[in-house]
Every structure is written in C-alpha cells, then in structure tokens.
C-alpha cells in the first residue's frame, strides 16, 4: 500500500517546539568577522562535534544530539551560509569551512573532542582531525566524487531542472511552517522512507535558511577523498560509514579502497539499505553503530 507523506508530515511541530529549551545557543566571530553560530547541549561530560552537510544546519543532528545529550556535551555549529550563521559574501571553500570549525575549537576551548560529520560535514570532519587533537572521527557518508563538477553546471546560466530545485528552495524562505513540510516533500530521496519529525523539521528548516550563492563554489571544491597526503595527516581513530550510492555509477568500493589505502587506524561500515541520510533512513542501527564506536575510544 502506498504511503502518502503529506499526511503523516503535516502535523509535524515546528522547530521551536522540537529542541529542548534547556539547549545553549552561542556564536563565535571568527577572524575575518564571520558569526558561526551554534547549539550545544552542555554539561561536564566529552565534547562531541557534529557537522552537517550542504544546506543543512547544526540541527540537522537534533535526533542524534537527544541520544547522545546523557553522556556528551554536543555541540553543533551552522557553517557559515547555512542556518544562523554569516550569509557568503565574495568567497566560500572546504578550506574556509575547516579553519572555521578549528576556530570554534580554539575558542570554546575544546579539549580533544570526537568530531562527527554528514556528506559535507565529513569531508570537513577529516580535514579537522587531520590538523588538530581530536579523539576520534566519524565520517557518514562523504563525498566520493564531485558530482556538482562532473555536471559541469554552469551557475549563471542553470538548466531548467536545476533552475526549478532553486526556485523551490527560494520559495521555502517564504513560506509557513504548514507549506514547507509539504514543499520539502519533494527535496526527498526518491524511495526514502518518511523521516521521523525530528529529522523532517530540521531538514526542511536547513533547506529554508540556506544561502543560494554557495551554489556558485560547489562545483570548484576539492574532497578529502581526493587528497591521500590528508588522509594520511589522520592519526586518530577513524570510522568510515557509507550507504547505497545515489548517483549511477559510483563504485562504492573502488572509492572507499582509496581510503583503506591511506588511513592509519580506520575502519569502515556500509550501510547497503540506505540511502544518503543514514542517520535518518536508519536511526537505530546508526546510533548503536555510532555510540559504540565512541566508547570504545
């Protein structure tokens, strides 16, 4: 029997009703003056840094910040064009990304956390941890190839496809949380299944606040997969989790050797029944995967 997602999306509680009041909102200015705004869980406990992926935000993560709250102080940053933090002015890459998060460390005084990162915020996350103290880290399902640059897109002059996933994102920005959950229907993975309201709400609300100028720069950016010599820079303990590639094409193995080959003390889990959004699609298993992988370190 076919599913129909408007009607188990559309009494999903807006965000504000969804994150736990006793959570901190704080930001830091990094050097050039950019606002890098982020939630934190609190408490005396390890530091756990968790960074989302392209036009997401740090509450992306809010499921998995819940499960994890008890035992660590989670801390969730917006990268700068995304969420509440600075919108992109003349420039934007990996790098900026990196020195960003090593900043926010530096700042908050951060002693060796466990950095943990989504697509983006992976690629970011093994950069990070490649450069700085960090307990372990957490890669979900990097970016294996830049897909944005094998498309060849041209941002100033888009095709009609890619034209009308931008007016849909620019048409979030104006709409009520009512019309969002049901516009952000159509930003989901064909087959995924329904998200939880956790992960619906935050997604749709990441999608609304992000900056549409940093489609001008993905296309240009280098992937940590591509850069053995940084790999190599991670000393840490490292866990390597992938899904079912969504791009035709992808070989999953040949790509993830390229890891094996470089690591010094990594490990890797697939996740063959899910797709992109692993904490999303498969909460449970990545949880236990997850915490596990945590404690043992």
């Known amino acids: 029997m076919q599913v129909d997602k408007t009607e188990i999306v559309k009494d999903y509680r807006p965000m504000a009703e969804l994150v736990p009041v006793h959570w901190q909102n704080g930001a830091i200015e990094v050097t050039d003056g950019a606002r890098i705004h982020y939630t934190r ?28 709250a008890a035992t660590y102080d989670v801390i969730m940053p917006d990268f700068r064009g995304h969420g509440q933090s600075s919108r992109v002015t003349t420039n934007w890459s990996a790098q900026m990304l990196v020195e960003d998060m090593i900043e926010l460390i530096h700042t908050l005084g951060l002693d060796q956390p466990y950095v943990v990162g989504h697509s983006l915020g992976a690629d970011i996350a093994g950069r990070v941890a490649a450069v700085v103290p960090v307990r372990a880290v957490v890669l979900v399902d990097p970016a294996l190839r830049n897909v944005a640059a094998a498309l060849a897109i041209d941002p100033d002059n888009p095709p009609p496809w890619m034209l009308a996933f931008m007016e849909m994102l620019q048409a979030l920005k104006e709409q009520t949380h009512e019309q969002r959950l049901q516009t952000g229907l159509r930003l989901i993975p064909p087959g995924a299944p329904v998200w939880d309201e956790e992960d619906y709400v935050s997604f749709v609300e990441a999608e609304a606040q992000f900056d549409l100028k940093l489609h001008r720069y993905t296309s240009s950016m280098d992937y940590l997969c591509e850069m053995p010599e940084v790999i190599a820079h991670i000393t840490c303990p490292l866990l390597l989790l992938t899904a079912h ?53």
């Open 245 to 297: 590639p969504g791009m035709p094409g992808l070989d999953i193995d040949e790509l993830v050797a390229v890891w094996q080959q470089h690591w010094q003390n990594g490990q890797h889990i697939h996740f063959p029944d899910s797709g992109h959004f692993i904490a999303a699609e498969q909460f449970d298993r990545f949880i236990d995967v997850l915490t596990r992988f945590l404690s043992e370190h």
């Open 41 to 68: 869980t609190g408490g005396a406990k390890p530091v756990v840094l968790l960074l989302h992926g392209l036009q997401g935000n740090g509450l992306m993560w809010l499921r998995t910040a819940r499960a994890l």
